[in-house]
Nanobody
């Protein structure tokens, strides 16, 4: 099993940047493909980005392409989400998730494709 703890959320003005971190404990993060999702009240949790176990494959939601970057530091057992050019509509609770080894397919974009979740970190973007 793996435990995930997100940090780095906060309040930022539109156009600003934040870097979210997801620290993994238990098993090493490199055992898992790692994803980021977000959720606003009253809506379903939605896919943001994913990084494969090997780190050589990424996927992003269309609404963050070119603005967000997912990366990992295996030495620190941590996954990051660098968020630039933030918009008010990016306001949400952001969750990281770990996916047990399986084919890297379309299910990486679904919450059902993940086995472990962090508690979330709030990101608020003011206009």
């Amino acid at each position: 099993q793996v435990q995930l703890v997100e940090s780095g959320g906060g309040l930022v003005q539109a156009g600003g940047s934040l870097r979210l971190s997801c620290a993994a404990s238990g098993r090493t993060a490199s055992t898992y493909a790692m994803g980021w999702f977000r959720q606003v009240p009253g809506k379903e949790r939605e896919f943001v980005a994913v990084l494969s176990r090997s780190g050589d494959t990424t996927a992003y939601a269309d609404f963050v392409k070119g603005r967000f970057t997912i990366s990992r530091d295996n030495a620190k057992n941590t996954v990051y989400l660098q968020m630039n050019s933030l918009k008010p509509e990016d306001t949400a609770v952001y969750y990281c998730a770990a996916r047990s080894p399986r084919p890297f397919d379309v299910s990486v974009r679904s919450t059902r494709g993940y086995d472990y979740w962090g508690q979330g970190t709030q990101v608020t973007v003011s206009s």
